[in-house]
């Protein structure tokens, strides 16, 4: 990140109160390592899982700026509690699961759609100055439950500043990140470690991937930039889940005492819920998007019963930017990449 940048993260968040809800998972976590690198006054981590709270306030104990809470977004009054005194939210917990969210759908939209409102309208009370989202690009045109409570959430955000309220509200719609919880890369570890087989649902199958520091820098740079209204989405790189699987067993294999040919790819199918690729714009979306730099930045229109609200934008040429039209990393990209990562080690 460039010294321009950085100054102007370093001002917005200098002496700020900060709320991060689902503190405690992989992107929460890396946004309050981040935080308290900063001049803030005070970064709450809003989890309800107790022992992600320990760990991280063991890891971060340096800092006086940590305030480690325990709560669910499903709790109006704990958050009501919670909020009181915050200048900016972000908000990170959601269920993410596609095939958990799949077997237990309701827990979803308790949780992804009815936590969401919760916390916009606490924000309102409250008249905190920013509320940032982090959705995924799963809510884009879905086809599963997560996928779809995760587009009702990235509507309630949207629309939430409409009337007389001071917040600014938007989102970052994120594609998979590497080694994060639920991602398929400690799976293939895992059955690597156990000898195989490693199992890919489709030969066909593409997903984005970005880094952990890649996408905590774009939510940083998101609230930083954000005027209300908007969905930050940053430019990526796409992978074949196959070539991922791979690369994986031909570096670690042999760290395990295996050779690499005696380790099975198992194809197994296509799991209810699943896409073959990801989207992170819709063709609809494409007409009504700006270029900036390294990402896109949508700003839907504002539509009422009485009223059409201008578009914003410049159009793209109309096309979906999915994981198949996207650039795909050869083996020997996502090899570097996962040194790079520290995924594998030398």
Excluded: W
Excluded at 81 to 87: L, P
Excluded at 304 to 332: C, M
Aim: charged content about 30%; hydrophobic content about 40%; some cysteine.
């Amino acid at each position: 990140m460039n010294s321009l940048k950085m100054n102007e993260l370093k001002k917005t968040f200098k002496n700020k109160d900060i709320l991060v809800t689902g503190g405690c998972g992989s992107i929460g976590s890396e946004i309050v390592r981040q935080l308290v690198s900063y001049d803030v006054r005070r970064i709450r981590i809003f989890d309800h899982d107790e022992s992600g709270e320990f760990h991280l306030s063991e890891e971060l104990k340096e800092y006086k700026s940590i305030r480690p809470l325990i709560g669910d977004i499903r709790d109006k009054d704990r958050l009501k509690r919670a909020i009181r005194g915050v200048d900016i939210v972000f908000h990170a917990a959601a269920l993410k699961h596609v095939p958990l969210c799949e077997y237990n759908p309701f827990e979803a939209v308790r949780t992804n759609v009815f936590g969401t409102q919760n916390l916009i309208n606490v924000a309102r009370e409250e008249e905190i100055e920013k509320f940032l989202s982090i959705s995924t690009d799963k809510a884009v045109n879905p086809i599963n439950t997560m996928g779809a409570t995760k587009l009702l959430s990235e509507k309630l955000v949207l629309n939430a500043s409409l009337g007389e309220y001071k917040t600014l509200f938007s989102c970052v719609r994120l594609g998979n990140v590497l080694n994060s919880n639920g991602s398929v890369i400690p799976i293939f570890l895992r059955q690597i470690k156990e000898g195989g087989p490693v199992t890919v649902t489709s030969r066909e199958m593409t997903r984005f991937f970005m880094s952990m520091p890649d996408a905590v820098n774009l939510v940083l740079k998101a609230v930083s930039e954000m005027k209300g209204r908007e969905i930050f989405i940053l430019k990526m790189k796409s992978i074949r889940i196959i070539d991922l699987a791979s690369v994986m067993i031909e570096e670690l294999a042999p760290k395990f005492g295996y050779k690499p040919e005696d380790i099975e790819i198992k194809i197994i199918g296509v799991r209810p819920g699943e896409k073959l690729y990801e989207c992170l714009l819709s063709e609809e979306e494409a007409q009504h998007v700006e270029e900036n730099g390294d990402m896109f930045i949508l700003r839907p229109g504002i539509l009422t019963p009485q009223f059409i609200g201008e578009e914003y934008g410049e159009a793209i040429g109309g096309e979906k930017y999915d994981s198949r039209k996207a650039e795909i990393l050869s083996k020997d990209d996502i090899r570097k990449i996962l040194y790079e990562e520290g995924i594998i080690i030398d």
